[in-house]
């Protein structure tokens, strides 16, 4: 389970079900993988965790990803975490979840909004912020009063995923049972929505990858430009110093032209003073 994913499970109960006492919650995909659900979620709480095999983490064992082994009205809390991307009819499993449901119980739902792909068995989905407002669409169409209570996007937190987060309450008229919501104590989101309300919430058009993407192109661009404008420099330099180098190298010859000129005078000279010495006319 990446960091997100844990820390706004514990903001769901923390916020929803620590206030609720003593209250039944069921994990849809609660195998233990880098830790669980189970690891954050409040002592007043009994836990179950279903998956399709056994392992940690895992009471109860499904047959039927669509069709889970608990009585109608039954349930105080369903939780589901880095599942629905897995599950490729998500939608049967979210009508059964809020069969199992009492009327005043809850959904969380967080599934990836990007992310790399990853089959476990498969990889079918990922979510955006108008998800959650869907799911409630085909609740209603198929005979039930669910609402949203809250939706978000979080940001990431040193990986690369960002979750879609949903709370859903089955039944509409039950919404005074849980007057508290994530968003106001969220520490990182984006397109946000909660109940009541028509704006979303930090709306942004683009993922933080995309952003991230764009921003990583910019400082690139920039870069480019700079070292663009270092070679400029550096051409004009090299026009400056070529005529100075021409000059140089013919300071060189000249010195060189004199320096032979002066050891041929310095010889001449020294040949005189030798006929001079022995009297002898040149």
Known sequence: MHTTAMSNGKL???????????????????????GSLRDVCPANARYVGVD???AKGVDIVLTDPYSFPFENESIDVAVSSSCFEHSELFWLAFIDILRILRPGGLFYLNVPSNGAFHRYPVDCWRFYPDSGNALVTWARRCGMDAALLE???SHQDKEFWNDFVAVFLKDERRIGDHPRRMLPSHPSFENGRMHGGAKIINPVDFSEDFR????????LHREIARSQHVVAGLAEVSQRIEPLDRALAQARYDAESARRDLDALRDRLASLEAVAKDGATP
């Open 151 to 153: 939706s978000f996007v």
């Open 52 to 54: 399709f095999e056994r």
């Open 12 to 34: 769901f109960f923390d916020t929803y079900v620590a206030p609720l006492g003593d209250v039944s919650v069921v994990d849809i995909g609660s195998q233990d993988v880098n």
């Open 212 to 219: 991230r993407s764009q921003q990583s192109s910019l400082a």
